[in-house]
């Protein structure tokens, strides 16, 4: 019985010095929250995090290509932090070589040319940002509906 309440209070000690200091430090606010805006703010897109380039992934439709150039340009209706600054607006997507471009089935997605893609559809892009440019590392044409897109039809 005596070893019973020597191992619950040695549990609930090492507890109260694991929390006490977390809870003691109260939240944790980001850049914007600190400098008293209240909301936190997209990221720089050209500011590199660590050693390597920042993720972005958006959703949206796209509104134009340009064939040469291998661009397309996306009305943005969801994004992640890195690319929040575009939500709601038109961005500019380059790809490259090796971007691979598919077509949502109910298989999966199956690979297409860039020139497959078709302006008005619904995309899901995610690659880098390069030097402030947004370059696909994947764009997916016809990715289903999420309940936040306003591109579902």
Same mark, same amino acid.
Do not use: H
């Given at each position: +019985?005596? !070893? !019973? ?9 090492? %507890?109260?010095?694991? #929390? ?8 944790? +606010?980001?850049? &914007? ?17 660590? !050693?390597?380039?920042?993720?972005? %992934?958006? #959703?949206?439709?796209?509104? $134009? ?12 209706? !969801? &994004? ?6 575009? %939500? ?22 199956? &690979? ?9 559809? &619904? ?19 016809? $990715? ?10």
């Amino acid at each position: +019985m005596q !070893k !019973k309440l020597i191992v619950v209070t040695l549990v609930v000690l090492v %507890a109260l010095f694991t #929390v006490t200091p977390v809870l003691a430090a109260g939240p944790q +606010m980001g850049r &914007s929250e600190a400098q008293g805006q209240g909301v936190r703010q997209p990221v720089d897109p050209g500011r590199r995090i660590g !050693k390597g380039q920042q993720i972005f %992934a958006l #959703v949206g439709t796209i509104t $134009a290509l340009d064939l040469d150039a291998r661009t397309l340009v996306v009305q943005v209706d !969801k &994004s992640n932090r890195t690319a929040g600054l575009y %939500a709601g607006q038109e961005v500019t997507v380059y790809t490259t070589e090796t971007t691979r471009i598919l077509q949502w089935t109910e298989s999966g997605g199956e &690979s297409i040319g860039f020139a497959d893609l078709v302006v008005g559809e &619904s995309v899901s892009v995610n690659g880098t940002v390069v030097e402030g440019q947004l370059v696909a590392r994947r764009v997916t044409q016809g $990715a289903p509906c999420v309940p936040w897109s306003s591109s579902c039809v």
